[in-house]
Structures are given as C-alpha cells and as structure tokens.
C-alpha cells in the first residue's frame, strides 16, 4: 500500500513563475491537507480538502495560492507569480474518512524561488 | 495563544541515554489528539506516537514514551536508550475535530545525541 506520494520532490522556480505541486492521497484517503514548511519553523496548516470541495481554507494567504482536489486525479496547490518568501517545504497530508484521527504525510515538496 | 509550545530549540543526548523533549499544549475541547513526529535531516515528518486526549493511560511505541499529564496541558516525549540515528529535529502536534482536524505544530526541538 503506497504512502502519500508527493511530486515534484524540488522544484526551482524563477520570481514571478508559477509552482504546481501535486498530493497523490494513500488508497482509500479522501481528505488532504496541505502544509507549509518555513526554513526553521514547524509545520503550518494552509488548506484542508475533500475531493471537490475545500473544506478550509483559513490558512492559505489571500492572494496568489490556490488549491484544489478533483473527482480524479491528485491534488493541486498552485501558487502564482512566486516571490522569494514562497520558498519553503510544502507538505502534504491524507487521512481517511471522517472521525478518524491519522494523518499521514507525504515526502514534502521543496520549492526555492531564485 | 499558542496551540502548542515546544520551550526546547535544542537538546543534546548522551548515547544510549533517556532524553524527555517537552510540548505543552492550550485546548478547550474536550476531544483531541497529541502527535510526535521525527524530521530528520533528509526532511520528511516521521509520525512516532500518539495520544488520545480520552486515553487512561500513556501511550508507548518501542523506545518512545509519551507522558501525558492532562491536568498540566504537558504531552512531553521520551526517548529512551538514545541512538546517534536519534538525532532530528522532532515536532510536537495536536488535532481537535472543533477545527476541522488540521494539526497545529510546535515549532520542534533539535535533538542531538553525542556518541
């Protein structure tokens, strides 16, 4: 049973590019959170999604993010236009169905904005 | 206020003895869950342990204990018999369903253990 898969594993992008970064849940998973990782910081909760739906998103700034979990495929969180404050590890997290407690995380995308 | 605070940046170990790493956490539901987990340097969160805020007794997994006071909001971790693969950062965490289940963090201590 694969874990939570997570790709790019590092991505380099230039000021002003746009950053995909992609959130394949374990099997059987319906909800993803996603994650932001300053450099030394601890975790902080950005969005939290059920498939086609965002459940919360009280953590993702205003502008320029965005998020999304389709009926197929994995989930997206998509920054545009990044700035050098953007750069971080982003980490993304599954559990199952509601009223169940795990989260489980994925290997973490590192994202540097040159 | 704070959800969780970690008050150690960081600790140094003797191999193959006992370290307590300490979490203190604020809560007004009655129904939540405590979490560790290991960052090693090569960045991915590693869970360790769990503790339910309903459980009666300590959670243990292996050479990790977690001391559950509840009374005193403290869930501080125990490594015991400390390896040099020990060395991390390590992160406290709580979830409470009245805010959708996402984990608020601590912002972690850095384990060393000295051979």
């Known amino acids: 049973n694969a874990g939570v898969m997570q790709n790019p594993r590092h991505l380099v992008r230039r000021r002003g590019q746009e950053a995909r970064l992609r959130c394949s849940p374990m099997?059987?998973?319906?909800?993803v959170y996603w994650y932001r990782q300053l450099p030394e910081e601890g975790l902080k909760f950005m969005v939290y999604l059920q498939k086609e739906n965002i459940i919360d998103e009280s953590g993702m700034p205003k502008e320029r993010f965005s998020a999304e979990f389709p009926k197929e495929g994995p989930s997206i969180l998509r920054i545009q236009q990044v700035v050098r404050g953007d750069s971080a590890a982003y980490f993304c997290?599954?559990?199952?169905?509601?009223?169940?407690?795990?989260?489980?995380f994925g290997p973490g995308t590192r994202l540097t904005v040159t | 206020a704070q959800k969780i605070t970690q008050t150690q940046p960081g600790m140094f170990v003797q191999e193959k003895e006992a370290v307590t790493l300490d979490c203190t956490y604020d809560?007004?539901?009655?129904?939540?869950?405590l979490f560790w987990y290991k960052q090693p340097s090569s960045g991915e969160m590693i869970f360790l342990i769990y503790?339910?805020?309903?459980?009666?007794q300590n959670a243990t997994e292996g050479r990790y204990s977690l001391n559950f006071q509840k009374a005193r909001k403290s869930a501080n971790l125990v490594i015991s018999a400390s390896q040099l693969g020990d060395s991390a950062m390590y992160f406290c965490a709580m979830r409470e369903p009245s805010t959708g289940n996402q984990f608020y963090f601590g912002t972690g201590t850095s384990l060393t253990v000295i051979p």
């Open positions: 997290a599954s559990s199952p169905p509601q009223g169940a407690f795990e989260q489980y």
């Open positions: 099997k059987g998973h319906s909800h």
């Open positions: 503790q339910g805020s309903y459980d009666q």
């Open positions: 809560t007004s539901d009655p129904s939540y869950g």
